[in-house]
């Protein structure tokens, strides 16, 4: 027995050393003495200051980690001194990718060399020019009573809010940091005051909309996004904080700008744990929000709970809720199968699939630049704007039908009743005609293979009467 026993300690211990040690090798002059590094990652969900992911400073004045042997595969992460405002930039001060590496089978030591740091490496290069006029900072001490906290509170309006006089809906994003200003980005920004400006230009927005985004608190981000504890990064806030949403901010945005103020003009959207959070607020309150926007989401991070809520939360009659899901096919080997989990808990729950978009990209990945992108056919679908210059509103057209949507080889357009035939002409974003051709009653297919993905504006005339339908093409 005794050999056996020695070859399974002989075992035990190669598994426990057959991890992964990063080590910084040197670090800008300007790093103050006493500083605590950090590396954060999607292995824990780039928390930029988690205790668990410090960096111990070595005697030579390198500085090691070594990973938990549940930590493999491919990996991307950055280093920080605790927060997203002190994280690693290049010799000039600008933003760096994310830094990949995929850890093997066996033990080994990584080095790694950091140039600077974003808040001491000097005056930031980016500007702030290529914000919108129309975005205002509301507050950067919005008080957040049910948390006891402070937060930075950003606000976008449309393009003719001032001279309108009209009311308009309503989206509520997280991390704002990230929203609108490069400069305040981890990483890059969404652009949604860019994209939502050109699509009300192109005249594919005919409703325009409000956004609301919320700053993140760094190192209670996790507690935040999350309305149950995670073990090893904690969590648990998520109720409070979507409270503060409802009870303090919504009202306060309602009173203060022309909103309007009901479920199906009131959204919620966000990434990665915004996403977790979305999908809560708008199962928890589905008074107040009716869409939600929820990309790359991290339900890893609370499974088995989500799980139970959503089966003691089903759909309420009479209020039925959008539910928009992105991610990437690669992000992560939980992402796709819990993201399709969620979507099938929410149909068993009586939620209709038509209510439902389910996409996964296969490019996309856990990034401000995938988000970004993926943003304009999200807000579409969630808000599906009235049909613009309409001679006859839609809903007045009965038997019309453009579908599926998304689409991706064949589009169905079913004509009104008694039109025999139509002129179809398919736009772009940027109003540029890409497919023009007739139809007929008994011609319902058309073919969009050659497509870019993307989002389109379809128009139907026959005589003095127009209508439209926006799609997206996979």
């Given at each position: 027995?005794?050999?056996?026993?020695?070859?399974?300690?002989?075992?035990?211990?190669?598994?426990?050393?057959?991890?992964?040690?990063?080590?910084?090798?040197?670090?800008?002059?300007?790093?103050?003495?006493?500083?605590?590094?950090?590396?954060?990652?999607?292995?824990?969900?780039?928390?930029?200051?988690?205790?668990?992911?410090?960096?111990?400073?070595?005697?030579?004045?390198?500085?090691?980690?070594?990973?938990?042997?549940?930590?493999?595969?491919?990996?991307?992460?950055?280093?920080t001194r605790g927060a997203w405002t002190s994280v690693e930039s290049d010799a000039q001060n600008q933003d760096i990718g994310n830094r990949r590496y995929t850890v093997g089978s066996g033990p080994t030591t990584v080095d790694?060399?950091?140039?600077?740091?974003?808040?001491?490496?000097?005056?930031?290069?980016?500007?702030?020019?290529?914000?919108?006029?129309?975005?205002q900072v509301l507050s950067t001490s919005f008080q957040m009573p049910q948390l006891g906290r402070t937060r930075r509170v950003w606000v976008y309006v449309p393009n003719d809010y001032a001279s309108s006089g009209r009311r308009y809906p309503v989206l509520y994003l997280h991390d704002g940091q990230n929203v609108f200003d490069n400069c305040t980005g981890f990483a890059g920004e969404w652009g949604v005051d860019e994209t939502l400006s050109q699509l009300q230009q192109q005249g594919l927005d005919a409703t325009g909309c409000i956004v609301v985004a919320v700053d993140n608190g760094g190192g209670e981000r996790l507690n935040e996004y999350s309305p149950w504890n995670n073990p090893q990064y904690g969590g648990g806030q998520g109720d409070q904080y979507v409270e503060f949403l409802v009870q303090t901010l919504k009202p306060h945005i309602d009173q203060n700008f022309r909103t309007l103020p009901d479920r199906l003009n009131t959204?919620?959207?966000?990434?990665?744990?915004?996403?977790?959070?979305?999908?809560?607020?708008?199962?928890?309150?589905?008074?107040?929000?009716?869409?939600?926007?929820?990309?790359?989401?991290?339900?890893?991070?609370?499974?088995?709970?989500?799980?139970?809520?959503?089966?003691?939360?089903?759909?309420?009659?009479?209020?039925?809720?959008?539910?928009?899901?992105?991610?990437?096919?690669?992000?992560?080997?939980?992402?796709?199968?819990?993201?399709?989990?969620?979507?099938?808990?929410?149909?068993?729950?009586?939620?209709?699939?038509?209510?439902?978009?389910?996409?996964v990209r296969a490019d996309g990945q856990h990034a401000e630049w995938f988000w970004k992108r993926e943003f304009p056919a999200a807000y579409q679908w969630l808000f599906r704007p009235a049909a613009p210059n309409a001679a006859r509103p839609s809903q007045d057209l009965p038997g019309l039908a453009v579908f599926p949507n998304p689409v991706g080889q064949q589009l169905s357009v079913q004509l009104p009743t008694g039109w025999s035939e139509a002129?179809?002409?398919?736009?772009?974003?940027?109003?540029?005609?890409?497919?023009?051709?007739?139809?007929?009653?008994?011609?319902?297919q058309v073919d969009v293979a050659r497509l870019r993905r993307g989002s389109y504006l379809l128009r139907l005339r026959h005589g003095p009467t127009t209508v439209t339908r926006q799609f997206t093409k996979e």
């Open positions: 027995m005794r050999p056996l026993l020695l070859l399974s300690g002989l075992l035990l211990a190669g598994t426990v050393q057959a991890q992964t040690t990063f080590r910084i090798t040197s670090v800008p002059a300007s790093t103050p003495a006493n500083a605590t590094l950090y590396v954060a990652g999607n292995f824990n969900s780039w928390n930029p200051g988690s205790a668990a992911y410090a960096l111990t400073k070595q005697p030579g004045g390198s500085y090691e980690i070594t990973l938990p042997a549940t930590v493999t595969g491919a990996l991307e992460f950055k280093f790694f060399q950091v140039l600077n740091w974003k808040d001491l490496g000097g005056p930031a290069t980016c500007s702030s020019t290529a914000l919108q006029p129309n975005v959204g919620i959207a966000g990434s990665s744990m915004g996403g977790l959070i979305s999908l809560y607020a708008a199962v928890k309150h589905p008074a107040v929000f009716g869409r939600a926007g929820i990309f790359s989401p991290a339900f890893w991070f609370a499974e088995a709970q989500l799980k139970a809520y959503l089966h003691q939360h089903p759909a309420v009659a009479g209020q039925p809720t959008r539910f928009y899901f992105v991610s990437g096919a690669q992000e992560s080997q939980t992402m796709v199968p819990l993201m399709a989990a969620v979507r099938d808990s929410l149909l068993r729950g009586g939620h209709a699939a038509a209510d439902l978009s389910y996409q002129r179809l002409d398919i736009s772009d974003t940027t109003g540029r005609v890409v497919l023009r051709r007739g139809l007929r009653q008994a011609e319902t």
